[in-house]
């Protein structure tokens, strides 16, 4: 970590399916300085999560009083439940030299672009739109309807990725996760 100069706050975005997780995984295995923000969400724990690290699980009331306050560098209402990127979390880890990436979903990132023109912008893509759909069928957690949806939907995200400053395509894991790291060494220059 180098404390004396700032972090670079990172938009990490792709569409569903496009194994955007898994890179993450990789690229923080691979570099110390790399920090991923985790955040707030309304919504219960589903199992095996743990508060702190897969969200910041708090109740209505607080998310809206953060909200009246200015805590989010975004939010989004999805389901009924708010998830929001926690603005004091993100400047610490930033103060103290880390990169921080968030990973959030098309419309979370367009607030972000709006708020932050010059963040490092990095939109990852699926190789072609049949790969996207053989990853998503390969998973067998959701039903044809369901599967198609999603496709509908990364078709619509992904006509927003010229918005991104780099897109990068999860063909090759390995190559894009060095694609990823070879875009920050480039940028802390």
């Known amino acids: 970590m180098n404390s004396k100069s700032k972090g670079k706050l990172v938009l990490y975005t792709g569409s569903s399916g496009v194994g955007k ?24 724990p589903r199992e095996g999560e743990i508060d702190g690290v897969h969200y910041n699980f708090i109740t209505k009331e607080q998310f809206e009083e953060l909200i009246k306050n200015d805590g989010f560098l975004e939010y989004a209402k999805y389901c009924d439940n708010y998830y929001g990127t926690p603005k004091k979390q993100v400047e610490d880890l930033l103060g103290e030299g880390y990169d921080v990436f968030l990973e959030i979903e098309v419309q979370g990132g367009l607030q972000i672009l709006e708020k932050y023109p010059d963040v490092l912008s ?12 053989r990853r998503l069928h390969r998973r067998g957690t959701e039903d044809e309807e369901t599967i198609n949806k999603r496709l509908g939907e990364a078709e619509r995200e992904i006509s927003f990725k010229n918005r991104y400053k780099y897109n990068v395509v999860n063909d090759d894991l390995d190559t894009a996760v060095n694609e990823i790291l070879d875009i920050l060494k480039k940028e802390s220059k």
């Open 122 to 133: 990095i939109f990852i893509l699926p190789p072609s739109m049949e790969s996207l759909s």
């Open 21 to 44: 997780g898994t890179i993450m995984a990789e690229l923080l295995k691979r570099n110390p300085n790399i920090r991923l923000s985790v955040s707030n969400t309304t919504r219960a």
